[in-house]
């Protein structure tokens, strides 16, 4: 038996793995980027370019195509589709759901070794297949919060190119040229489709849509309302750096401020758990009466729900203050 659940465990593994190794290399994931934008169904449009945009849409290349064939009809798919794009990653939606649940198999296999309680198994399982979503998560997280911090120096460089002479497309070649990642490749895209043939607004609200990020939308709304309305651009650019670094600059303050907050919560969360291990390491079997009796069961699950329900509570105090 135990033979046979190593062999499911190791299988697994290797499944997730291929699965990783088998998603689009990052030249093939921009000419799919670069596609979507041609094939991008169109209000009004004619049945001849209808039949142009289905003849140009291209198959994700990845070994579960047919997986996001048949989950595309649902929007939070699509959702989650968007935060895959957010975070720069290649891997597609298919090739995440299948990692997750192998890795959900694989924590359940392992828990029903260690644990005779079925809620812990279950527990188990879904704290290991969420592993990928959270790595997704932070990966966005971290590039949003890089994409924030380079965005005031772009819009500088922007203005500065403005009062040399140049246009704004121009001026938006000279932030895909000369400023940091991950700002440097979301202006690329920007020029890229200028050159194509898309208009401004439309570049600038798709680049929103790959950086959801309200510092971002300040400056394409300010661009945006001064092609409308006119006055003067690089001045408008300069206070938009400033508001946004001001906003940095507030930000970091309050997580400085909060930074006790947040410890005390991860200590308060986690002793409990750490202590229950270190306690049954030093003297195996202390905890047996809360695994092996109802009313410890009982116990365990209420033991679980008041430490989810101070984690939240501890959140909402410290992401109360927004700026």
């Not at 192998?102 to 279950?122: E, H, K, Y």
Request: glycine share 8%; charged share 15%; hydrophobic share 50%.
């Amino acid at each position: 038996m135990i033979l046979f659940i190593a062999f499911v465990v190791m299988l697994t593994i290797s499944f997730a793995v291929m699965a990783v190794l088998s998603g689009s290399s990052q030249s093939e994931k921009a000419a799919e980027k670069r596609l979507a934008t041609i094939t991008a169904p169109k209000a009004g449009a004619s049945a001849n370019e209808v039949q142009m945009q289905e003849i140009l849409k291209a198959n994700p290349a990845n070994k579960f195509g047919w997986l996001d064939d048949i989950l595309e009809k649902y929007p939070i798919v699509h959702k989650l589709e968007a935060r895959i794009v957010q975070s720069n990653s290649t891997m597609s939606v298919g090739t995440l759901l299948v990692t997750s649940v192998g890795m959900a198999v694989v924590g359940f296999i392992v828990a029903c070794l260690i644990f005779s309680l079925f809620a812990i198994q279950v527990l188990a399982a879904l704290v290991i297949g969420y592993i990928p979503f959270a790595v997704i998560s932070i990966k966005r997280s971290r590039r949003m919060a890089a994409f924030n911090a380079g965005l005031p120096d772009a819009i500088d460089m922007m203005g500065r190119a403005l009062r040399a002479g140049h246009s704004m497309v121009a001026s938006i070649n000279t932030v895909a040229e000369q400023s940091a990642e991950p700002v440097k490749t979301e202006f690329r895209e920007v020029f890229k489709q200028q050159n194509f043939g898309m208009p401004l607004r439309d570049a600038l609200n798709q680049m929103l849509d790959h950086v959801p990020s309200q510092d971002l939308k300040v400056l394409v709304t300010g661009i945006l309302v001064q092609k409308e309305t006119g006055g003067n651009l690089a001045e408008i650019l300069d206070r938009t750096a400033s508001v946004i670094r001001e906003r940095l600059r507030i930000q970091g303050e309050i997580r400085t401020h909060t930074a006790q907050g947040r410890l005390t919560g991860w200590i308060l969360c986690s002793l409990p758990i750490v202590m229950l291990f270190m306690i049954n390491f030093i003297n195996p079997g202390y905890s047996n009466i809360l695994i092996d009796t109802p009313i410890g069961h009982k116990l365990i699950y209420l033991g679980v729900g008041l430490l989810f329900t101070g984690a939240m509570a501890i959140r909402q105090i410290i992401n109360g203050i927004e700026v």
